[in-house]
C-alpha cells in the first residue's frame, strides 16, 4: 500500500483515499468554460475528476442555497478555475470565494502561463516549527548547552506521542536553541523541527511540545511559558516559477514587451514600497485563499505565514518577482504554505469533494497548486492594472453578481 495513504487510514479516523483522475479527459484548458450551460460543466468536471453520483447531489444541494449565483465558473459549493498545468500535470482548481473575478482572473493567466510550459513547483524544506519560551532560567548559556546536548533524548520523547508519523518519515527532526531579548528580560526560546507529513501538523507539534516540555524544564532549570507551533512556516517554503511568452500578452495598441516591462515596473514598486506590496500581495492571497477554504485549510495561518515572510528581511516586500529574460516574461513566488489533505476541516465533506476535482496525492501537492494560483491571480491584477485598470473586468464582474443576488 502507497505510505501516504496509509498515513491516511492510520493517523486518522475516517479513511480518506482519492480515486485516480480520469485520464481520457487529461487536460484541464476548457475553451469557453465560463460560457456552457452549468449541466455541461458539471459533466466535463464530473469526467475530469471522476466525479460519482453522491459527489454530483452534494453539489446540487449547494446550489439550493439562497446566495447561489450561476455568475462565471461556479458550480456549487466552489468555482472552478481552468488552464492549470503545475509540474506537467493538468488541474481544475476548486475556488471557494465571493469574487467571481478572482477565478476568472486565475483561469485566464493559467491560460498564459500554460503556454510558456505552465508552473514549475518544489518546497523547499518539509518542516513546522513549535516554540517553547524559557523565562527566569539562572544561566541561559549553561541551560542552552544542556538542552542542545540532550537533543536526541528530547527528540524521542517527541516521537514517542506519534509513532505513525515516524514510522512513515516524518516526526520531530531537529532542536534549535535562541536567546531572545524581550522588554521583560532575555527569554530561551526552544524550537522544535517537526515534519508532519501530509498533514498542517499544528495539533501534532503542539502535542510534542507539551511532552518535552517538563525535560526542558528540569534541564534549564527555568519555566516554561508558551508551547505552540509558529504560523511562520520558515521551513516549509514553497518556490513556483513560471514564464509567459511576450507575444501572449499583447492588447490593443500595446505589444507584449511593453505591458512585460509595466509588469516588471509594478513589481519593482512592490518590492521597494510598503503601500503598494501591502495591496500587490493582497492580490495574491485571493486566489490563495480560495483555494485554502475550498480544502478546508486554515487560511488564518496561511495569511500570518505569509506576511510574515514578506517582512522577513525587516522589510515588508513583494513574494513574487517578475523579470524579462528573451522572449518571456519571467515569474517567481516563494511562500510559507502550510497545507494538509489530512486532519481539522479537510475531512469535511466539501472539502473533499475540492480535494477529488483536485485530485491531489500529497500536502505538497496541494501547496505547489495554492501558489500556483496565488501568482496566477498576481499576473492578472499586474496586467490589468498597467492597462486598462482593475475596474473593467473586475467591476463588471462584480456588478453582475450583485445584480444576481439582489433579483
Known amino acids: ?76 459549493p466552489f468555482k472552478i478555475a481552468t488552464n492549470f498545468l503545475v509540474n506537467g500535470i493538468d488541474y481544475l482548481v476548486p ?53 542542545l546536548d540532550a537533543k536526541k533524548e528530547l527528540l524521542t520523547i517527541a516521537n514517542e506521542t506519534n509513532n505513525f508519523i515516524f514510522e512513515n518519515g516524518g516526526g520531530a527532526k531537529d532542536i534549535e536553541v535562541e536567546e531572545i531579548e524581550t522588554e521583560k528580560g ?27 516540555s517538563p525535560r526542558i524544564i528540569e534541564l534549564s532549570s527555568g519555566k516554561a511559558n508558551l508551547k505552540i507551533i509558529s504560523n511562520f512556516a520558515s521551513k516549509r517554503v514553497v518556490r513556483v516559477v513560471c514564464k509567459v511568452p511576450l507575444s501572449s500578452l499583447c492588447m490593443d495598441i ?10 516588471v515596473h509594478a513589481t519593482a514598486l512592490a518590492k521597494a514600497d510598503i503601500y503598494r506590496s501591502s495591496t500587490h500581495n493582497k492580490g495574491i492571497m485571493n486566489g490563495i485563499d480560495a483555494v485554502i477554504l475550498a480544502t478546508g485549510n486554515d487560511y488564518r495561518a496561511i495569511e500570518a505565514g505569509v506576511h510574515s515572510y514578506a517582512a522577513k528581511n525587516g522589510k515588508y516586500s513583494s513574494v513574487t518577482d517578475w523579470w524579462i529574460e528573451g522572449m518571456f516574461l519571467n515569474g517567481k513566488i516563494e511562500v510559507p504554505m502550510a497545507v494538509g489533505i489530512v ?65
Open 1 to 76: 500500500m502507497n505510505k501516504n495513504l496509509k498515513l491516511q487510514e492510520d493517523s486518522f479516523p475516517i479513511a480518506y483515499i482519492l480515486p485516480k483522475r480520469n485520464l481520457l479527459m487529461s487536460t484541464s484548458e476548457i475553451k469557453g468554460f465560463y460560457n456552457l450551460p452549468l449541466e455541461e460543466k458539471l459533466k466535463k468536471v464530473a469526467e475530469f475528476s471522476s466525479l460519482d453520483e453522491n459527489d454530483l447531489e452534494l453539489m446540487k444541494k449547494y446550489r439550493s442555497l439562497p446566495d447561489y449565483s450561476e455568475l462565471e465558473n461556479n458550480v456549487g
Open 95 to 147: 475556488m471557494d470565494t465571493e469574487e467571481p473575478s478572482v477565478v476568472a482572473a486565475a483561469s485566464r493567466a493559467a491560460k498564459l502561463i500554460r503556454l510558456g510550459g505552465g508552473f514549475t513547483g518544489e518546497y523547499l524544506d518539509s518542516k513546522m516549527i513549535g516554540q517553547i519560551q524559557l523565562i527566569e532560567a539562572n544561566d541561559f548559556s549553561l541551560a542552552k548547552k544542556r538542552i
Open 186 to 212: 532575555k527569554n530561551l526560546v526552544v524550537h522544535l523541527s517537526v515534519d508532519t507529513l501530509d498533514a498542517m501538523g499544528a495539533n501534532i507539534v503542539n502535542t510534542m511540545l507539551e511532552a518535552i
Open 254 to 263: 500595446l505589444s507584449g514587451e511593453e505591458i512585460a516591462t509595466r509588469i
Open 343 to 407: 486532519g481539522g476541516a479537510t475531512g469535511l465533506k466539501k472539502s473533499r469533494l475540492a480535494l477529488k476535482i483536485l485530485g491531489v496525492k500529497s500536502a505538497k501537492e496541494l501547496g505547489i497548486i495554492c501558489a500556483s494560483v496565488g501568482m496566477a491571480n498576481n499576473l492578472a491584477a499586474l496586467s490589468a492594472i498597467v492597462t486598462d485598470g482593475i475596474q473593467k473586468g473586475h467591476m463588471e464582474l462584480h456588478r453582475k453578481f450583485i445584480e444576481g443576488k439582489n433579483k
